[in-house]
């Protein structure tokens, strides 16, 4: 069975620093892995989508690493802004059907003071 | 990017009556949707992958019974969640793809049920 960690659960750090959010998973048989973003109770926004024969994706100041065969996903956030704070979720899946599911891990929560 | 629209975002019921909620892809045919629940500070918990045309596939420990899925067009999934009990109050969120594995999985804005 899949399962999906985050670490850290809770981040806290000054506005303009660089921050690394990890993800780990236990089977390395992923088709793809994905980055979210969720705001308080609100829906997620999909922030990167790695394919598993990719390394990395940039989006802005966003770049996520895969490294399959290790089982682990880092997603690296630089210069953040007060905006940035939300809970952060990665997931894998684990299927090739449209019908393949999503493993989420428990996301890690980040606050971004001024 | 593709869009996922929930509705109601939020909804309050009494105890004992059901609720719909509805999921739409807005841009795009979605052959499957899933519906998760989410506890307050916890991750997202699949209840559900809902198929057009066919019936959903619920995971282990959801009662079929009580959460009603309907995936009645490839563009609309609902779920209704029948005779409701204060339990049943959560952040229900729904999600669908473009048809690929390789593609991306949108979700929709979530909609907050209360049940009173």
């Known amino acids: 069975k899949q399962e999906v960690t985050q670490i850290p659960a809770a981040l806290s750090v000054p506005e303009g620093e660089n921050l690394v959010l990890n993800c780990s998973f236990t089977?390395?048989?992923?088709?793809?892995l994905q980055w979210f973003r969720q705001d308080p109770g609100k829906g997620l926004t999909s922030l990167l989508l790695?394919?598993?024969?990719?390394r990395e994706q940039t989006s802005g100041r966003l770049n996520a690493s895969l490294d399959k065969s290790s089982g682990r996903s880092t997603l690296y956030i630089a210069a953040s802004q007060p905006g940035d704070s939300a809970t952060y979720l990665c997931?894998?899946?684990?299927?090739?059907?449209?019908?393949?599911?999503?493993?989420f891990g428990e996301g890690t929560q980040l606050t971004v003071n001024p | 990017g593709a869009v996922v629209s929930q509705h109601p975002s939020r909804v309050i019921c009494k105890s004992g009556t059901s609720v719909k909620i509805e999921c739409r892809s807005l841009?795009?045919?979605?052959?499957?949707m899933f519906w998760y629940r989410q506890f307050p500070k916890q991750s997202l918990m699949l209840m559900a992958t809902?198929?057009?045309?066919?019936?959903?596939?619920?995971e282990q420990g959801v009662e079929k019974d009580k959460f009603l899925i309907n995936h009645a067009s490839l563009t609309l999934s609902t779920l209704t969640v029948t005779s409701a009990h204060p339990e049943d109050s959560s952040f229900y969120i729904c999600?669908?793809?473009?048809?690929?594995?390789?593609?991306?999985?949108?979700f929709g804005e979530g909609s907050w049920l209360t049940v009173v």
């Open positions: 999600s669908a793809g473009q048809g690929s594995w390789r593609d991306t999985i949108y």
């Open positions: 089977d390395s048989a992923i088709y793809n």
């Open positions: 790695i394919q598993s024969s990719q």
């Open positions: 997931a894998v899946r684990t299927g090739e059907t449209s019908g393949s599911r999503l493993t």
């Open positions: 841009d795009f045919q979605a052959t499957t």
């Open positions: 809902s198929n057009e045309g066919s019936k959903a596939t619920y």
